[in-house]
Each structure stands twice: as structure tokens, then as C-alpha cells.
């Protein structure tokens, strides 16, 4: 999508920190970590948000959180401490950037609850 700095990540036409690409995901790290670890995942095809997943993206949703989420857990050592997972939706969910992202946290104790 057009003005969207994570469909140009994904693109390769904005510079990211990759930590992970496969055919249809991209992972990089965030910009400003709020954990020793902070990566983002997003599918690389343009999804506004959780709340505009379809019924044909069943296998996009399953691949971030069966494959991906746990693979790059073990490959950044925060699957025995423990992490965070989230994904902010929306103007009251704290969203900032309108393509579909999943936080992976750790490295640290987190809080709750989130501000
Ligand atoms: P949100 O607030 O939408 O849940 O999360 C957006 C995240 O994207 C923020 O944590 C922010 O630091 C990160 N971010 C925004 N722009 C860029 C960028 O150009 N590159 C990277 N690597 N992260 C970004
Ligand atoms: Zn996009």
C-alpha cells in the first residue's frame, strides 16, 4: 500500500534491522525497544490491523503464531524466560502504525497492567 512505511519495509525500500523473512512474513527490530528484546512481525502483504483479518488469511494468522512467534522466541532466548505478545489495535488499542504488527517483548520482567 502506498505511504505505508511497513509495506516499504517489507519491500526492502525502507533500510530495517531484519531479523526473519520468509515468503509472507518480514521481522525486524523496533526502531525505539521498549524490552532488550522488541522485534516486529508483520505479514508483507498490506492488513490494516487484527480486526481486518479475512477468512482467506487463516494461514497467514496460523503461520505468524505457530511457526513464526515461537521460532524467533527460541532464536532470540526469551522462550525460557518468558515474553510478551502484542498487537495494538486501533485508536484506543494505541495503534501508530496501520499495518498489522506483532509485538515479540522480553529480556525483562514485564509489568501489568499496560498504560
Ligand atoms: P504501534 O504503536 O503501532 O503498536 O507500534 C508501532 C511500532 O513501530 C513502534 O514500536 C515504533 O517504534 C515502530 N516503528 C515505527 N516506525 C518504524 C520504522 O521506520 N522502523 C522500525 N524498525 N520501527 C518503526
Ligand atoms: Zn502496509
Redesign the pocket.
Known sequence: MADC?FCK?AAGE?P??KVYEDESVVA?????P?APVHV?IIPKKHIQSVAHFQAEDKDLAAHIFVDVVPKLADELKISSGGFRVVM?TGKNG????HHL?V?LLGGRKMTWPPG
Open positions: 512505511i519495509i525502507i530495517s534491522q525486524f527490530k523496533d526502531l525505539s521498549k516486529l495494538n494505541g495503534q501508530t502504525v504488527h509485538h
